[in-house]
């Protein structure tokens, strides 16, 4: 199931994570959130109109919510109780502006983005003639790109190299939709992925009847064996629409 937070549009990407920013033919590494210029640099490298932002993480958490029974009627009510359960979930200090969506009965995905953070990118971007038509984080960039051609149950790891500590990022695992959601500002090694944060999820979801069936890894160049058939994602093929 695509989830349509992403949809098909002609715009220009622009691809914005911790280590590394990529427009086009521009490149430019990073250590941590980009400074204007180097967003002004990216923008400039790409045709005038709109742009499609695909950012880490990290800066643009998300949360899958289950259970939820009666909620608000009315877009701002509805609006509003999601900003709040997503605050509160995440212990959130800065406020967020929240972006939610019905997966099934009960359940829903939501993700945010600093309200600051966002208006600021939103003004440069408008500035520079490269107006922001979406903004979504990396793990729903490539959740859309492969979980839909995927025939079995499967796993996607999301993941951002934090120096010789290891990865930050996020796991994610679909049967017929998105069935789980985690999220590590952490970084941990690929072992300790392996047996702290993936073998735990395998075993919740062999409870929930949604045993996945592979192990798709992006942003590492190798991954060690684990209990399910892994495959790195090719950076290449996943980001030639920069080109």
């Known amino acids: 199931m695509k989830l349509p937070f992403l949809k098909p549009q002609a715009v220009s990407l ?3 994570e911790q280590h590394r920013i990529l427009a086009g ?14 967003l002004a640099q990216a923008l400039a490298a790409l045709p005038a ?6 950012v880490d993480d990290l800066w643009a958490p998300s949360l899958l919510l289950r259970d939820l029974g009666d909620l608000p009627r009315g877009a701002e009510a509805l609006e509003a109780f999601f900003r709040w359960r997503f605050t509160q979930s995440l212990a959130l200090d800065a406020p967020h502006a929240v972006q939610a969506m019905a997966l099934e009965p009960g359940v829903w995905v939501a ?15 408008q500035r520079l003639d490269r107006p922001m038509r979406t903004l979504v984080p990396r793990w729903l960039h490539l959740y859309n790109q492969v979980a839909p051609s995927q025939e079995m149950p499967g796993m996607l790891l999301s993941l951002s190299p934090a120096g010789t500590q290891g990865y930050t990022g996020t796991l994610v695992a679909w049967g017929r939709t998105l069935a789980l959601l985690r999220q590590w500002q952490e970084p941990a090694g690929p ?7 993936i073998a735990p999820s395998v075993a919740f979801l062999q409870r929930e009847a949604r045993t996945p069936q592979s192990l798709l ?6 991954w060690p064996e684990s209990e399910l058939p892994t495959r790195c994602l090719d950076a290449r093929s996943a980001l030639a629409e920069l080109h």
């Open 14 to 16: 622009l691809w914005c």
């Open 25 to 38: 033919a521009h490149q430019r590494p990073l250590a941590g959130l980009p400074t204007e210029d180097a």
């Open 49 to 54: 109109g709109p742009t499609r932002w695909v």
């Open 111 to 125: 993700t945010g983005i600093r309200e600051e953070l966002r208006e600021t990118w939103l003004q440069l971007a």
């Open 191 to 197: 072992d300790a992925w392996n047996e702290e944060r």
């Open 217 to 222: 890894v992006w942003g590492a160049p190798d």
